[in-house]
Protein backbone atom coordinates (compact mmCIF):
# COMPACT_ATOMS: atom_id res chain seq x y z
CA UNK A 1 0.00 0.00 0.00
CA UNK A 2 1.37 3.16 -1.03
CA UNK A 3 1.44 6.42 1.27
CA UNK A 4 -1.24 9.38 -0.15
CA UNK A 5 0.82 12.28 -0.88
CA UNK A 6 0.09 14.04 1.46
CA UNK A 7 -1.82 13.32 5.43
CA UNK A 8 -3.57 14.95 8.18
CA UNK A 9 -1.47 16.13 10.40
CA UNK A 10 1.47 16.90 7.20
CA UNK A 11 2.96 19.83 7.70
CA UNK A 12 3.15 21.85 4.07
CA UNK A 13 3.24 24.83 2.43
CA UNK A 14 0.94 26.56 -0.77
CA UNK A 15 2.35 29.59 -2.58
CA UNK A 16 0.68 32.73 -2.88
CA UNK A 17 0.88 36.04 -5.43
CA UNK A 18 0.50 38.91 -4.00
CA UNK A 19 -1.67 41.06 -6.85
CA UNK A 20 -2.67 44.18 -4.78
CA UNK A 21 -1.29 46.37 -2.08
CA UNK A 22 -3.20 48.58 -0.20
CA UNK A 23 -1.04 50.51 2.49
CA UNK A 24 0.82 47.68 4.85
CA UNK A 25 -1.53 45.25 3.58
CA UNK A 26 -1.79 42.84 0.60
CA UNK A 27 -3.98 40.98 -1.23
CA UNK A 28 -3.12 37.07 -1.96
CA UNK A 29 -3.92 34.52 -4.63
CA UNK A 30 -3.33 30.62 -4.31
CA UNK A 31 -2.66 29.17 -7.15
CA UNK A 32 -5.29 26.85 -7.27
CA UNK A 33 -8.03 29.13 -5.36
CA UNK A 34 -10.49 31.14 -6.77
CA UNK A 35 -10.43 33.21 -3.04
CA UNK A 36 -8.74 35.92 -2.45
CA UNK A 37 -7.13 36.51 0.68
CA UNK A 38 -5.45 39.59 2.93
CA UNK A 39 -2.86 39.65 5.28
CA UNK A 40 -0.90 42.50 6.57
CA UNK A 41 3.01 42.18 4.94
CA UNK A 42 5.07 45.63 5.02
CA UNK A 43 7.77 44.67 2.25
CA UNK A 44 6.11 42.51 -0.29
CA UNK A 45 5.84 43.81 -3.71
CA UNK A 46 3.01 43.18 -6.36
CA UNK A 47 3.24 39.98 -8.29
CA UNK A 48 5.75 38.60 -5.65
CA UNK A 49 5.50 34.71 -4.40
CA UNK A 50 4.64 34.20 -0.90
CA UNK A 51 5.22 31.03 0.72
CA UNK A 52 2.99 30.12 3.21
CA UNK A 53 3.38 27.22 6.28
CA UNK A 54 0.47 25.07 7.28
CA UNK A 55 -0.92 21.76 8.80
CA UNK A 56 -2.89 19.47 6.31
CA UNK A 57 -6.71 19.49 8.22
CA UNK A 58 -8.25 17.26 5.40
CA UNK A 59 -7.37 15.46 2.34
CA UNK A 60 -10.24 14.49 -0.08
CA UNK A 61 -8.59 11.47 -2.29
CA UNK A 62 -11.31 11.58 -4.78
CA UNK A 63 -11.46 15.33 -5.67
CA UNK A 64 -7.30 15.78 -5.34
CA UNK A 65 -7.98 18.31 -2.70
CA UNK A 66 -5.91 19.18 0.73
CA UNK A 67 -7.70 21.85 3.33
CA UNK A 68 -4.34 23.52 5.18
CA UNK A 69 -5.11 25.08 8.40
CA UNK A 70 -3.08 29.20 6.55
CA UNK A 71 -4.95 32.17 6.55
CA UNK A 72 -7.71 30.40 8.10
CA UNK A 73 -8.60 27.06 6.43
CA UNK A 74 -7.83 27.06 2.60
CA UNK A 75 -8.52 23.81 0.07
CA UNK A 76 -6.00 23.35 -2.79
CA UNK A 77 -5.41 20.95 -5.36
CA UNK A 78 -3.24 18.40 -4.05
CA UNK A 79 -0.94 18.64 -6.64
CA UNK A 80 0.16 22.48 -5.66
CA UNK A 81 0.73 21.76 -1.87
CA UNK A 82 5.10 21.16 -1.36
CA UNK A 83 5.89 18.92 1.44
CA UNK A 84 7.72 20.13 4.51
CA UNK A 85 7.52 17.16 7.30
CA UNK A 86 5.22 14.00 7.79
CA UNK A 87 3.65 13.67 10.88
CA UNK A 88 5.70 10.91 12.03
CA UNK A 89 4.34 10.80 15.65
CA UNK A 90 0.91 9.01 14.31
CA UNK A 91 2.53 6.15 13.12
CA UNK A 92 3.57 4.66 16.82
CA UNK A 93 0.34 5.09 17.91
CA UNK A 94 -1.92 2.72 16.38
CA UNK A 95 -5.19 2.52 14.80
CA UNK A 96 -9.39 1.66 15.04
CA UNK A 97 -9.55 0.55 12.29
CA UNK A 98 -9.86 -3.48 11.94
CA UNK A 99 -6.69 -5.28 10.28
CA UNK A 100 -4.81 -2.41 11.11
CA UNK A 101 -0.79 -3.73 10.88
CA UNK A 102 -0.59 -1.73 14.69
CA UNK A 103 -3.81 -2.05 16.51
CA UNK A 104 -4.75 0.08 18.90
CA UNK A 105 -3.54 -0.77 22.84
CA UNK A 106 -6.73 -1.63 25.09
CA UNK A 107 -6.75 0.79 27.79
CA UNK A 108 -5.60 -0.39 31.39
CA UNK A 109 -8.18 0.54 34.12
CA UNK A 110 -6.06 2.62 37.16
CA UNK A 111 -6.17 2.18 40.28
Known amino acids: MNRPAVEIGDRVAVIATVVERIEDRVTLKLESDSHRYSIV ?25 TTVQVLGRVTVDTKSV ?3 TRRCDLDHIGSNVPGHPRPRTPPTPHG
Open 41 to 65: EPNAKVGEKIRLEGDVVHVDEDLER
Open 82 to 84: EMI
